[in-house]
């Protein structure tokens, strides 16, 4: 099982959090969230996995926990 | 002030293990920038003022609004239509009379971001939206300082140090964690999203105790880090930033291009506009400096004679924008409509360079609030 976290407005669109039979890669888990939840597409986030930020695809372990946040501009 | 007052002052951080007298004075030989007086500026200023910091920068153009009041708690009712950056420095100077500070009525642009951002040794940002978030990250990139971030929306919060000297290097900034700004609409602000009013006074409280941290070398910073909260389940989340390979080349190279660079642009920020009340309007009526514009039709009705004003009807607004040359226009119609759309197009016409307003409810609100007073 892979768990997911949604922060801000994504939280909205898919809940706060969601657990995922185990993908083997970032690129596969966001295609899977984004047929899930077709509204994701539209929105603007960083994705990490296990607390760590990444930029281009990474190798997903059973039990990890991959964070989506979005950038926050209110003050 | 003689030394037994300043020790009576800060006797409870004086005392305080790993913190003392070497850390104190760092503080009061401190200064600090902090760009925006706003939900995050008003408790982080409240505390660096409180904790002794010598001389604070305060950058702000907006003025104290009711809708502010929920959480911007430096500010109080009398203080509605007046510029933030008095109204705090009035309430500051009196937590603190020692506290110098430098006011900067101001909104912070490309061109003049280097020039105040290069006077103070730690910079913190808490403005509302993404122009001046990239635009503040990028300066203190190319300038070296470093950069206390928080920003929140609705119920979450985010907290991060850039841009700081460690261990010979700089840590990660804004650009390594968010590259691009967002486009259009894509992120709400404040005004659109809402935010309880707590939130900012949470995490402005915890920009404040990174900067006096960063300022006293004490604890470990939020550096190449993001601190995430929420108010509603009080869960906490932290991320491992690192270095990206893109970011240098997303920063303009030079102070020079950074000037040359449009932030509002690249964020296409959306155009809010800037209603104001009936007691905000007749203020800037009796200060006499704005150009006043009733963008009804010729003839409409009710006919205002109560203040003077000019006649620019909303269709022919475009090509008459050139007689606008106050830095400060107000627009008004019968209810507030037409003079919202007015106001939106004004300022996609001159940008930051003029402050515009509409006035909230119309003509027809105003006259009816003037005779109930």
């Known amino acids: 099982m892979i768990t997911v976290l949604f922060f801000g407005k994504l939280a909205e669109i898919a809940g706060a959090k969601a657990e995922l039979q185990a993908v083997a890669s970032t690129d596969e888990l966001l295609e899977q969230l984004r047929l899930q939840y077709p509204a994701l ?34 003050g | 002030m003689n030394n037994d007052r300043l020790y009576e002052r800060y006797q409870r951080q004086l005392i305080l293990q790993g913190f003392g007298a070497e850390a104190q004075q760092k503080l009061l030989a401190a200064n600090v920038l902090v760009i925006g007086a706003g939900g995050l500026g008003c408790p982080v200023l409240q505390y660096l003022v409180a904790a002794g910091v010598d001389e604070v920068g305060i950058v702000d153009d907006d003025v104290v609004s009711l809708s502010n009041l929920h959480r911007q708690v430096l500010y109080n009712v009398q203080m509605i239509g007046r510029p933030k950056v008095e109204c705090a420095v009035e309430v500051l100077q009196q937590l603190n009379p020692q506290t110098r500070f430098a006011v900067y009525k101001e909104r912070l642009t490309n061109k003049n971001a280097a020039t105040i951002l290069s006077r103070f040794d730690v910079i913190v940002d808490g403005s509302d939206n993404f122009a001046t978030r990239y635009l503040v990250n990028d300066a203190c990139v190319l300038l070296n300082k470093p950069l206390v971030y928080g920003a929140i929306s609705q119920y ?20 390594d964690l968010f590259p691009h700004p967002p486009k259009d609409g894509e992120v709400l602000n404040c005004a659109e999203a809402g935010v309880l009013g707590v939130l900012p006074g ?32 009080n869960q906490t989340y932290e991320l491992e ?57 010729k003839d409409e009705q009710p006919v205002v004679t109560e203040f003077s004003h000019m006649q620019i009807p909303l269709n022919s607004l475009q090509q008459h924008t050139a007689w606008l040359t106050e830095d400060t226009i107000v627009v008004f119609c019968l209810s507030g409509k037409r003079s919202a759309q007015a106001a939106k197009q004004l300022a996609e016409v001159f940008g930051a360079s003029k402050k515009i307003y509409s006035l909230k409810g119309g003509i027809q609100q105003w006259m009816q609030q003037q005779q109930t007073v």
């Open chain 1, 41 to 74: 597409a539209a929105e603007k986030y960083i994705v990490a996995v296990d607390k760590k930020t990444i930029t281009g695809n990474t190798s997903l372990t059973d039990h990890c926990t991959v964070a989506l946040l979005p950038p926050f501009s209110g």
């Open chain 2, 202 to 233: 949470i995490i402005g409280s915890m920009m404040a105790n990174e900067t006096i941290k960063l300022i006293t070398s004490t604890g470990v910073l939020l550096a190449n880090k993001l601190f995430t909260y929420n108010t509603l389940n």
């Open chain 2, 241 to 297: 930033l690192s270095k990206q390979a893109e970011t240098a080349s997303l920063i303009p190279p030079t102070i020079e291009t950074l000037q040359q660079t449009d932030y509002k642009w690249l964020c296409s920020t959306t155009i809010v506009v800037n209603e104001i009340d009936a007691t905000a309007f007749n203020q800037l009526i009796a200060e006499g400096t704005a150009a006043i514009v009733d963008v009804r039709e």
């Open chain 2, 156 to 175: 979450e919060g985010q907290v991060a140090v850039f841009n700081v000297q460690q261990n010979n290097e700089r840590s990660v900034n804004y650009r």
